[in-house]
Every structure is written in structure tokens, then in C-alpha cells.
């Protein structure tokens, strides 16, 4: 009897932690999440508004080209947005330019912000029956914004800016820009305290590139016409030997 009695004790002791646990957290104690380490888009929702965001493209990988504002409303790929597709063919660039309206950047929970970064997202569409790419309200679990154009530390002006260049692994989607803000948080290390974004106002698409060379797709020619060959050749083989057997 007294191994099931201890047993007893130790699952209602478990029982008993897991009451203190649930009621630390609902007063934000230590076993909880803490009100002022927020971790998701609905807990920073509350102070978003505060920027007005450019994004601007250029075609090509010369130093003096011109980057062009993109005007594009639409999150799906579409007629709607006429501009041309970005890619990595001529190294094309995004740039992302964020400036607070009033100058000055107001944090949830009367948090002190220490820095900016500026992402890239997938728009809702194409994010569309591909999990890898699955958006989440919890940041740090969020797929849907894969690329950071800046982390920057805190301007007196209040403008941040950073530069993408498209890279080789690029598909075909359609993007918005983000900003997120970091507060420091004790020893904790940096949390984010504030964001906002282009959804439903400004995006930009990109495209797979198509520069396969040229002597590859005749080697991949020559190995699809020859291999029936060698299949045959390889079942005659095979029967030969069998008939010897």
C-alpha cells in the first residue's frame, strides 16, 4: 500500500503545482507570461499606426539606378498590379523605408524602444496551402516573413531604411513590408513592443528566374533520350543470363 500512496502524493502535489502555475500566470507571476514581454501581433496591436512606409524598387545591378516607388494595392498577383516582377536574373533591389509620422516611437506597456527592424513578408495568398510559409499571431513562430532587410538601432530623426537584393531563391509571390520595434527587457535580452505594415496598401511581387544555361538543358536532352536505350539494353542482358543459368 505504500507505493501507491506515495504515488498518491506525488500526483496530487503535481496537481497542486499545476494550480499555482495557472494562477501565477493569470496575474502574470513568474510561471506565466510576463505583461511586459509581449510576444505576439495581437498583444502590439494597440500601438500600431504610428509609421509611414515606402517600399521602392529597382531593375538592375547598376550602382545609379533609380529606385521606383511601388504603388501596387493588391496582394495577389494580378493585372492590378502592372509593375514588373522582381528577381535575381539582374540582382534587382527592394528598398523599405519606414519614418514614425510623429516622430516618435510609442512602445506597449510604456516599454523604453532600443532598435528597428524592417522584414519582408508573404501577402495572404501566397502563403495559400503552403504550411512552410504559414503565418502565425506568435512572432518568433510567424513563417510568412522569412527575409529582414535591417535591424537598425534607434534615430534621433526617426526614419530607418535598408536595402534587399533579390536573391537566387526567390519565388513567385507577392510581398508587404514590415516593421518591427525591440524594448529592452531587463536580462532578458530584447523583445519586440511595437510593429506595423503595408498589408492592404502597398506590396511589390517577385518571380522565380528562368536562366537555366543552355548546355545543361542539351545534357538533360541527351540522358532522356539515351536512357530507354539502356534499359533495354540492361533487361536483354538479364534474360541472356537467365537462359544460360
Known amino acids: ?15 497542486l ?42 531593375k538592375g545591378s547598376k550602382s545609379k539606378s533609380m529606385f521606383f516607388p511601388q504603388v501596387c494595392s493588391s496582394p495577389a498577383l494580378s493585372a492590378a498590379c502592372n509593375q514588373p516582377l522582381l528577381s535575381a536574373d539582374h540582382r534587382d ?21 532600443d532598435g528597428v527592424v524592417l522584414r519582408l513578408c508573404f501577402s495572404k495568398p501566397s502563403t495559400a496551402d ?36 533579390i536573391p537566387a531563391a526567390m519565388p513567385r509571390a507577392t510581398w508587404y513590408a514590415q516593421v518591427l520595434a525591440t524594448c529592452k527587457n531587463g536580462t532578458v535580452g530584447p523583445v519586440f513592443c511595437q510593429f506595423d505594415n503595408t498589408v492592404n496598401a502597398t506590396y511589390f511581387g517577385t518571380d522565380i528566374i528562368a536562366s537555366t544555361p543552355g548546355s545543361l538543358k542539351v545534357a538533360v536532352g541527351v540522358c532522356s533520350a539515351i536512357a530507354p536505350a539502356f534499359l533495354l539494353a540492361f533487361f536483354l542482358r538479364e534474360q541472356y543470363f537467365k537462359k544460360q543459368a
Open 93 to 113: 533591389k527592394v528598398r523599405v523605408t519606414a519614418k514614425l509620422a510623429d516622430g516618435k516611437l510609442l512602445a506597449v506597456n510604456g516599454m523604453k524602444p
Open 17 to 58: 503545482c499545476a494550480l499555482l502555475a495557472n494562477a501565477a500566470a493569470a496575474v502574470g507571476g513568474p510561471s506565466g507570461p510576463a505583461l511586459d514581454r509581449p510576444t505576439t501581433y495581437t498583444q502590439l496591436a494597440r500601438a500600431k499606426g504610428q509609421w509611414d512606409i515606402t517600399i521602392e524598387a529597382t
Open 1 to 15: 500500500m505504500a507505493p501507491r500512496r506515495s504515488t498518491a502524493l506525488l500526483l496530487a502535489g503535481a496537481c
Open 130 to 165: 503552403r504550411p512552410w510559409r504559414k503565418a502565425a499571431d506568435a512572432i518568433d513562430r510567424d513563417r510568412s516573413c522569412p527575409h529582414t532587410v535591417a535591424k537598425l538601432p534607434l534615430a534621433a530623426n526617426g526614419t530607418y531604411s535598408g536595402t534587399f537584393v
